[in-house]
C-alpha cells in the first residue's frame, strides 16, 4: 500500500491544470523507465503543429513481450480540472487525513494511474505487451490528446488487443460499475439573425427572439428515442439563450441559443446535426454543431469477464455493466481495439476537497494487476 500511495501523491503533487505539459509527464516517465518501459512524449497544439490551442503533451510508454505475445494497454489522463477555492489544504499538496488521501486528481484519475503503475510492476515482463495511453488533454478540448496518440501508435506499429482506461466508474463503493460503453455528444449552437429597430415601430424591425423561442420550443419537445437494452434514452437541453440587447427599447439584430445533446447509439452525431439543422431553417434560423464524440458499446464478453472476476475476486462484488455517465478518451480509443472502463469511486471527482479511500488505491491495484494478467494469457 506505501508504494502506490507514493506514486499517487507524487502525480498529485504535480500541478497540471489541463492542458498538462511538464514536470507530471517527468515524474510518469520516471516511474516507468525502471520497470523497463520505452517512454515516448510529444506535444501537440500551440505551433507545434500550426494550431493557436495551448500545447498538450502526451506520453506513450511499451514494455514488450515475447514475440507474438498479447498486447494489453491502460489509459488515462494527468491533466486536472481547475480546483476552485475553498479547500481544507493545498488541492496540489496531498494530504493524508484519516484514510483518506486528499488533492486534486485523487480520483479522476492520478490515483487511478498510480495504480497502473504499481500493478504492472507485479507482472512479469515475459506475460506479454504492456503499454500505457497517457494524454494531458481529457478534461479540457480533447482536440491534441488521445487521437494523437492513436495516430502516434498507428504509425509506429503499436496495436492493443484490449484496452482498460481508468476513470473513476465505481459509484458507492469500488468495483459497484464498469462502463462497457458511453453515449455520444453533440453540442450546437443556433442563432436567428433579425433586423434592429425601435420597440414603437415593430414594422420597421424584425424581431428574432420569437422564432428562437419557436424554434427552441420545437426542439424541447423532441423525443429522440425511447433506449435501449444498453443505453438510456437520448436526451437534450438547452443549455445557453443569449441575446445581448442592452437597451429596453430596442428590438435586437440576434438572437442565439446553444442546445447539448447525449446520444445512444440510435443515432450518429451527423443525423441529430441535420434534424437539429432542419428545424433551425425551418424558424430561419441556421445550426452550427460541434460533435464531441459518437455512442460506442463493448458487449459483454471476454473482456468484461476478465474485469468482472478480478473484481470479485478482491472485493467479492460483482461489477455493474454500464453505460451512463458523460464522455471519455474511451470515445477515441473504440477505435482502436475493446474498450472497457473501469476505477476508483467518482462521489468527489472535480469537487473540492476530491478524496480517494487509501486502501481503495491497494485494492484497484491488485485489480488491474490480475486484469493484466488475464488478458495477456
Known amino acids: ?37 520505452e517512454v515516448t512524449r510529444f506535444t501537440r497544439g500551440d505551433g507545434a503543429d500550426g494550431t493557436p490551442e495551448a500545447p498538450v503533451e502526451n506520453l506513450f510508454a511499451i514494455r514488450k513481450g515475447p514475440e507474438g505475445s498479447k498486447h494489453f494497454a491502460f489509459a488515462g489522463h494527468l491533466d486536472v480540472v481547475p480546483p476552485g477555492g475553498g479547500w481544507a489544504s493545498d488541492a496540489f499538496e496531498p494530504e493524508v487525513r484519516g484514510e483518506f488521501l486528499y488533492g486534486r486528481g485523487a480520483v479522476d484519475m492520478k490515483g487511478s494511474i498510480a495504480c497502473m503503475v504499481d500493478a504492472v510492476a507485479h507482472v512479469p515482463a515475459d506475460a506479454g505487451t504492456i503499454s500505457f495511453i497517457i494524454t494531458g488533454d481529457e478534461e479540457g478540448p480533447a482536440l491534441h490528446g488521445t487521437r494523437a496518440l492513436i495516430d502516434f501508435m498507428r504509425e509506429a506499429g503499436h496495436q ?15 468495483g459497484d460499475m464498469m462502463k ?16 434592429q429597430g425601435h420597440v414603437a415601430y415593430p414594422h420597421l424591425a424584425d424581431n428574432p427572439i420569437p422564432k428562437l423561442v419557436a424554434m427552441l420550443a420545437e426542439l424541447d419537445a423532441l423525443v429522440l428515442d425511447e433506449g435501449n437494452d444498453w443505453f438510456q434514452p437520448s436526451n437534450l437541453e438547452i443549455t445557453d439563450l443569449e441575446v445581448g440587447n442592452m437597451a429596453h427599447n430596442v428590438i435586437p439584430e440576434k438572437a442565439e441559443a446553444r442546445i447539448s445533446i447525449r446520444f ?8 441529430l446535426s441535420e434534424k437539429v439543422g432542419a428545424i433551425a431553417e425551418k424558424h430561419g434560423g441556421v445550426a452550427k454543431p460541434i460533435i464531441s464524440g459518437e455512442p460506442f458499446l463493448t458487449p459483454p464478453g471476454e473482456f468484461s ?69 488475464d488478458a495477456l494469457t
Open 160 to 174: 492493443p488487443d484490449l484496452c482498460l482506461v481508468g476513470e473513476p466508474t465505481s459509484v458507492n463503493r469500488l
Open 180 to 195: 462497457i460503453g458511453r453515449r455520444g455528444s453533440v453540442n450546437i449552437w443556433l442563432e436567428v439573425e433579425g433586423t
Open 264 to 271: 445512444n447509439d440510435t443515432h450518429s452525431g451527423a443525423s
Open 305 to 373: 469477464d476478465i474485469i468482472a472476476r478480478a473484481v470479485k475476486a478482491e472485493t467479492g462484488i460483482d461489477p455493474e455493466p454500464s453505460t451512463t455517465g458523460g464522455t471519455s478518451d474511451a470515445r477515441f480509443l473504440r477505435a482502436v481495439c475493446p474498450v472497457i472502463e473501469f476505477g476508483l469511486v467518482n462521489a468527489t471527482m472535480h469537487k473540492r476537497d476530491e478524496a480517494v479511500a487509501i486502501e481503495d488505491l491497494s485494492t484497484l491495484s491488485r485489480i488491474y494487476a490480475r486484469i493484466a494478467k
Open 1 to 37: 500500500m506505501t508504494e502506490v500511495l507514493e506514486l499517487a501523491k507524487r502525480l498529485m503533487a504535480a500541478e497540471s491544470v489541463t492542458p498538462a505539459t511538464g514536470s507530471v509527464f517527468d515524474r510518469m516517465e520516471a516511474m516507468l523507465a525502471p520497470l523497463g518501459f
